[in-house]
């Protein structure tokens, strides 16, 4: 149970309250909203670790692998080798048939019940069926898609979550950076996911490394509850100053009537729909296929794969931290406009990933299929920063249910990529991943036109028209 909070407090724009003394003390220590990006970074990296976890399980899962035993190496047979194709692809893709199912109401639930409980609940609930997956495996496919399904249901709330905590912790010229600071977490954790996985599966068994991932996941929440506090005003201890900044450009927390029919026919928020689906739509096909992408390609066994399909995530963790520092310096310091920051970034980093890819067809050194791959999947870390704070832009009072909309339609592409990659794949040729390739770079090229075309950065006017919630259709 947690500690007694002392009453909430509240501080009008230029109070003198010991703002000289918490001054000092800020030079000290960190500030709050540095503390909850922080454990937000960590959490969103556990949530993609156990998200992950599969895509290199399933193919020991499968395939089996060389172990050592008495000395030898042996060749150990998977425990589900009559999986075909289509079932894998069935049970990667069931994920996101939960995840898209969620997404709305995390929006709604962030604001009516804390956006710190629901973030803790997903991240928890997430944590557990990560733990339950070698039993469900074991009983069928049926039972693992199940478990996947609830991971997605429980994990999909987390980001309209996040989104609602920044729009309350986060100041407007720190916006970008705080988020994709905390987004990035998504990356990393990836990149600490894939290796580990491969190593946990070759010395332990695949079972172990969902048990591994999921402990983790339990540990984390227990921090992130205790520390993290839904606003500014109901933590101890932030300091005067601190809070002050936090408050002097905040919206009120009223909770409004959401005015659905506009943001749905809003040009801007379909940018942000579109760019925010296309980038998944090569962000969860390379997720849940590079590391057979590798093994069918440049013939990388499972924990070499595993290694290299970690390094792309490590750089697009990088680029979406840089990223978002940067955007926010050349709109804070070089008073460059939002809107050209954004429409920079999210092209920028499309034309890259799209390039990169297309030079992935062109070589058979696997040492530069690997770079390309790299870069590729890094430079999405620049489209990021581009629309994935577009919404606190256009509407911080609804950030948390723009984001849920803008996830529920990026989330498409992650049922139906695995799909798609199980019904063109069947042999594991080159050819066959050119044309995932080709279809993967249309689609960037495509979100980076309608982004550049109809993005805007200024809150819209249905964003003012604030009445009392109830949050109906007009």
């Not at 199940?146 to 916006?175: K, N």
């Not at 760019?275 to 070499?304: C, V, W």
């Not at 990021?384 to 609804?398: E, I, K, R, T």
């Amino acid at each position: 149970m947690e500690a007694e909070t002392p009453p909430a407090r509240t501080l009008a724009y230029g109070t003198s309250e010991t703002i000289d003394d918490d001054e000092a003390l800020d030079a000290k220590r960190w500030k709050r909203r540095h503390v909850v990006a922080v454990l937000a970074l960590l959490g969103f990296a556990n949530i993609y670790a156990m998200r992950a976890n599969l895509s290199i399980a399933i193919v020991e899962m499968t395939s089996g692998g060389e172990r050592k035993v008495n000395g030898t190496m042996l060749h150990v047979h998977g425990d589900f080798e009559n999986w075909t194709p289509m079932t894998q692809g069935v049970v990667l893709s069931s994920f996101f048939y939960g995840y898209i199912v969620s997404q709305l109401p995390g929006g709604y639930l962030a604001y009516t019940h804390g956006a710190k409980t629901v973030f803790f609940a997903g991240t928890f609930g997430t944590a557990v069926f990560t733990l339950l997956t070698p039993p469900f495996a074991r009983m069928g496919w049926g039972m693992l898609v199940f478990a996947r399904f609830m991971e997605g249901l429980l994990e999909g709330v987390t980001y309209p979550a996040m989104h609602v905590i920044w729009s309350r912790w986060a100041p407007p010229l720190e916006q970008t950076k705080l988020a994709t600071f905390a987004f990035s977490g998504s990356y990393f954790g990836t990149v600490i996911a894939m290796p580990l996985s491969a190593y946990i599966g070759e010395s332990f068994g695949w079972p172990m490394i969902f048990w591994f991932f999921g402990a983790l996941g339990v540990i984390w929440c227990t921090v992130w509850y205790k520390t993290v506090h839904d606003r500014p005003e109901d933590d101890p201890k932030i300091t005067t100053s601190e809070l002050a900044l936090l408050q002097r450009d905040a919206f009120s927390q009223s909770h409004y009537l959401v005015p659905w029919g506009k943001i749905l026919r809003s040009k801007p928020v379909w940018a942000v729909i579109m760019a925010h689906s296309a980038q998944n739509f090569g962000f969860y096909i390379m997720l849940t296929n590079l590391p057979r992408m590798l093994k069918d390609i440049a013939g990388y066994d499972l924990e070499k794969a595993g290694l290299a399909s970690s390094l792309p995530y490590f750089l697009m963790g990088f680029q979406i931290v840089t990223g978002g520092q940067l955007c926010d310096y050349l709109r804070k310091n070089k008073h460059y406009d939002t809107l050209f920051v954004r429409k920079v970034a999210c092209a920028a980093g499309f034309i890259g990933q799209a390039v990169f890819l297309f030079l992935v067809m062109t070589t058979s050194n696997s040492l530069l299929l690997v770079l390309f791959f790299s870069i590729s999947i890094g430079l999405g870390g620049i489209c990021w920063c581009g629309f994935s704070v577009n919404h606190l832009d256009l509407a911080p009072q609804y950030a948390g249910h723009l984001m849920a909309v803008s996830n529920t339609f990026a989330t498409i592409p992650g049922i139906f990529g695995p799909l798609l990659v199980g019904a063109i794949v069947e042999n594991g040729i080159i050819g066959e991943w050119n044309v995932i390739m080709y279809i993967i770079i249309s689609v960037y090229l495509a979100g980076a036109a309608f982004f550049w075309k109809f993005a805007d950065a200024s809150i819209q006017p249905w964003a003012s028209e604030n009445t009392s919630f109830v949050g109906q259709l007009e």
